[in-house]
């Protein structure tokens, strides 16, 4: 079982996006184990894009992704990572598949809805930037052997 970060940024909550957003991920089976809309200030959207830094778009994308609340959730399920990005589908929602939800909802390259971890390694450090251990919420769902593979 691995874990994941996912965010509906500013645009995805002003668009009144958050809702199906979120149904989306549940309804593939990944389990919450952790919500909470936050407004990111710029401390700690450099600290989560810190592999940006030196992007000609970084200036920018910390405008944006600090320009309202956004919805922080801790995902878990078998292989959650791969599982997110391809239900988030490629960065330039242009080129995103359609039926992922940067294909189906968003035009800009840069307000693309959400984020999601691009590894295992990534989404340990995410998590720890945005939840700490009594945010996170272990239980056990009753149809996860309709889900799961056990
Ligand atoms: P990802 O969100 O698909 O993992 P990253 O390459 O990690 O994409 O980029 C982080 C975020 O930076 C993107 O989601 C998007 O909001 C923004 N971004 C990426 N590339 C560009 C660009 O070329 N122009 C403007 N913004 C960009
Ligand atoms: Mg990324």
């Given at each position: 079982?691995?874990?994941?970060?996912?965010?509906?940024?500013?645009?995805?909550?002003?668009?009144g996006?958050?809702?199906?957003?979120?149904?989306?991920?549940?309804?593939?089976?990944?389990?919450?184990?952790?919500?909470?809309?936050?407004?990111?200030?710029?401390?700690?959207?450099?600290?989560?894009?810190?592999?940006?830094?030196?992007?000609?778009?970084?200036?920018s994308?910390?405008?944006?992704?600090t320009?309202?609340?956004?919805?922080?959730?801790?995902?878990?399920?078998?292989?959650?990572?791969?599982?997110?990005?391809?239900?988030?589908?490629?960065?330039?929602?242009?080129?995103?598949?359609?039926?992922?939800?940067?294909?189906?909802?968003?035009?800009?390259?840069?307000?693309?809805?959400?984020?999601?971890?691009?590894?295992?390694?990534?989404?340990?450090?995410?998590?720890?930037?945005?939840?700490?251990?009594?945010?996170?919420?272990?239980?056990?769902?009753?149809?996860?052997?309709?889900?799961?593979?056990?």
């Amino acid at each position: 079982m691995s874990r994941a970060l996912a965010l509906v940024k500013p645009d995805g909550v002003q668009r009144g996006l958050a809702g199906e957003i979120i149904s989306r991920i549940e309804r593939k089976g990944l389990k919450i184990i952790g919500i909470k809309m936050i407004e990111m200030n710029s401390e700690l959207a450099k600290q989560h894009y810190s592999d940006h830094v030196d992007k000609p778009f970084f200036s920018s994308l910390m405008n944006y992704i600090t320009s309202g609340p956004i919805i922080a959730l801790a995902l878990e399920g078998p292989n959650s990572v791969q599982a997110l990005r391809n239900l988030m589908g490629t960065t330039n929602p242009l080129e995103a598949t359609p039926g992922s939800i940067r294909g189906d909802l968003g035009l800009s390259i840069e307000k693309n809805l959400m984020h999601g971890s691009d590894s295992e390694e990534s989404a340990k450090r995410e998590l720890n930037i945005f939840f700490n251990k009594v945010e996170i919420f272990e239980y056990q769902r009753t149809l996860d052997d309709w889900i799961i593979e056990s």
